[in-house]
């Protein structure tokens, strides 16, 4: 058939179509993999031998190349983030959220000395925050850190991944050749903004099977995957207690350091009024002592007979984070050292009622994009939303448990649902760099509510030059 378009415009939008059909054919086939019914055993490594992470390999690692010219390159200059803390009781309950996203902002022009007119726009992660009152608070955080009213801002709401949308937008912009320079951060006031549906719904999901399920609260979508998957209350309890140990080891070893900024703010006493001044710069739920016996007193919280607690869930969360981004070759001129580089984001549909496996079909539609496989990837930030879908996904993609989450999750550190995206890039590219030429290519994941995975891969940013770009 490619013979007879002999119009060159003609054959390159038809190739076009038949990749993106091949495409969605391969998420579909990898979907349902998912779908199949699961064994009985309490172990998902007892899965049919087919359901296996040979069927998400991406492909051959020696295919793995820039798409693009090199200076073309869209690269993190800077990464930070907020403390994450407690909501209601922790260092920001008394915070507004403009002035956590703010000193946040702030950092990433004075630690890179860019000239914040120069930024092409400023795209937030958001959930929870009313729509136009958010946008406004956003706006106003860019102003207290110091941007023009020049700089244009908005934001964006993919549930829990809209940090990571932020930063895939912005960085697509950059390749479409929108501005140079843009940044893609997140916030959530979780103190300020708590979960609830507003208004009625609308009679018309008692029809749908699949809407109906849009609506289940989060921790059943768990217990829905510990039941069909076969994830256990103690795998999920030592899942917990992994998180824990992992989040206080690195803070003690001060491996948070390079990517949190403190945030001066107050603390309200509720009985007396009294303001407190104070700095946060630790991240506040961590529980350094916990223990599998802790773990086991505490009783499921959605379903009678279920697994799923508080402990082996994320924590609800206060916190910010913001990543710069720009075009190599304008890094390059500017003299900025390069900490990572935006490859490839992936966003994939999966069922509503076991959302909770969205990563196991994000991360390899997101490699394969890359051309590269799963065993290339050096390090994961799989966020935390729950311990069944965390485990289910590490299992389900035999991914080696040493390379997830090497410095804890959600479970310990907090999950600031719209920041969470932008909190692990920050997290991940800082420990890449501290990890040196042993890790060149890292993931960030989440399960989204609603039924949906995202992922996206970078690479380190030093590991690469104009004339060597294979593995």
């Given at each position: 058939m490619l013979l007879r378009l002999t119009n060159p415009y003609a054959q390159a939008i038809f190739i076009f179509f038949l990749e993106k059909m091949d495409?969605?054919?391969?998420?579909?086939?990898?979907?349902?993999?998912?779908?199949?019914p699961s064994s009985t055993s309490s172990s998902l490594e007892n899965l049919d031998s087919s359901i296996s992470a040979s069927v998400c390999a991406a492909g051959d690692s020696a295919a793995y190349q820039r798409s693009s010219v090199f200076g073309d390159d869209v690269v993190i200059v800077a990464a930070y983030r907020?403390?994450?803390?407690?909501?209601?009781?922790?260092?920001?309950?008394?915070?507004?959220?403009?002035?956590?996203?703010?000193?946040?902002?702030?950092a990433l022009i004075e630690k890179t000395n860019v000239n914040p007119a120069e930024v092409g726009d400023i795209?937030?992660?958001?959930?929870?925050?009313?729509?136009?009152?958010?946008?406004?608070?956003?706006?106003?955080?860019?102003f207290y850190a110091g941007f023009p009213e020049t700089v244009p801002i908005r934001t964006v709401n993919r549930q829990c991944?809209?940090?990571?949308?932020?930063?895939?937008?912005?960085?697509?912009a950059i390749k479409a050749g929108f501005y140079d320079i843009g940044i893609g951060a997140g916030l959530e006031s979780m103190t300020?903004?708590?979960?609830?549906?507003?208004?009625?719904?609308?009679?018309?999901?008692?029809?749908?099977?699949?809407?109906?399920?849009?609506?289940?609260?989060?921790?059943?979508?768990?217990?829905?995957?510990?039941?069909?998957?076969s994830v256990t209350r103690q795998e999920q309890d030592q899942a917990a207690v992994d998180s824990h140990r992992k989040a206080a080891a690195a803070t003690a070893a001060g491996r948070f350091k390079d990517e949190i900024?403190?945030?001066?703010?107050?603390?309200?006493?509720?009985?007396?009024?009294?303001?407190?001044?104070?700095?946060?710069?630790?991240?506040?739920?961590?529980?350094?002592?916990?223990?599998?016996?802790?773990?086991?007193?505490?009783?499921?919280?959605?379903?009678?007979?279920?697994?799923?607690?508080?402990?082996?869930?994320?924590?609800v969360s206060d916190g910010a984070g913001a990543v710069l981004l720009m075009k190599r070759s304008l890094a390059m001129k500017k003299g900025l050292p390069i900490l990572g580089v935006f490859r490839t984001f992936a966003a994939v549909g999966v069922p509503?009622?076991?959302?909770?496996?969205?990563?196991?079909?994000?991360?390899?539609?997101?490699?394969?994009?890359?051309?590269?496989?799963?065993?290339?990837?050096?390090?994961?930030?799989?966020?935390e939303a729950f311990a069944s879908q965390y485990l289910y996904c590490q299992k389900k993609l035999q991914l080696d448990p040493h390379k997830i989450n090497v410095n804890g999750g959600a479970m310990a550190i907090g999950h600031p649902l719209g920041a969470t995206g932008a909190r692990c890039v920050a997290t991940l590219l800082h420990e890449m760099k501290r990890r040196g030429r042993d890790c060149r290519f890292g993931v960030v994941s989440m399960c989204i509510g609603t039924g949906m995975g995202a992922a996206a891969v970078f690479e380190r940013g030093?590991?690469?030059?104009?004339?060597?770009?294979?593995?």
């Open positions: 495409r969605a054919i391969e998420r579909q086939r990898v979907l349902l993999e998912h779908l199949r907020s403390p994450l803390c407690k909501s209601k009781r922790g260092g920001f309950k008394d915070t507004y959220p403009d002035d956590i996203l703010a000193p946040v902002l702030k795209v937030v992660g958001s959930v929870l925050g009313p729509g136009s009152q958010r946008a406004s608070e956003c706006r106003m955080a860019a991944s809209s940090g990571l949308q932020a930063v895939a937008d912005v960085a697509a300020a903004n708590p979960m609830a549906w507003e208004g009625s719904v609308n009679p018309k999901v008692k029809t749908m099977a699949q809407a109906q399920d849009c609506l289940l609260p989060m921790g059943i979508t768990s217990e829905n995957v510990a039941q069909q998957f900024i403190p945030i001066p703010t107050k603390i309200v006493d509720p009985k007396t009024g009294d303001e407190t001044p104070v700095t946060v710069s630790i991240d506040d739920g961590i529980r350094p002592g916990v223990t599998l016996s802790d773990l086991a007193k505490l009783k499921p919280v959605f379903k009678k007979d279920g697994s799923t607690t508080a402990g082996t869930s994320s924590q509503p009622a076991i959302m909770g496996i969205g990563p196991a079909v994000a991360i390899p539609a997101a490699v394969k994009a890359a051309g590269l496989e799963l065993e290339d990837i050096d390090l994961f930030e799989i966020n030093d590991t690469c030059d104009e004339l060597c770009y294979a593995k």
